[in-house]
């Protein structure tokens, strides 16, 4: 069953397209058919630039539970890292 329901945020990053690496702007969230992934249902998180074309796009196909425990260990990576390390507004 497919929800149609996407969740759309705004980031700040790079990510390695087929064609290199390209800056990040969006990311979209959704639970769908995979393209690639040998399963029913997958959590699909798209990376993408849409200034830059279809091209400028980064797919991920994960199970539910893998998404959940790429959740988690983000939170503590981020966690563990002295607070605002990896912020935009910490000088380089």
């Not at 397209?17 to 399963?39: E, F, K, M, N």
């Amino acid at each position: 069953m497919c929800t149609y329901l996407t969740e759309q945020i705004e980031i700040d990053g790079s990510g390695k397209a087929a064609r290199g690496w390209i800056p990040l702007t969006h990311a979209s969230v959704y639970v769908d058919h995979p393209t690639h992934a040998q399963y029913a249902h997958t959590v699909n998180i798209d990376f993408l630039n849409p200034a830059e074309g279809p091209s400028a796009r980064v797919p991920v196909e994960l199970t539910e539970e893998a998404a959940l425990a790429l959740a988690d260990a983000i939170h503590r990576a981020i966690a563990s890292a002295p607070k605002g390390l990896a912020s935009a507004n910490q000088p380089m």
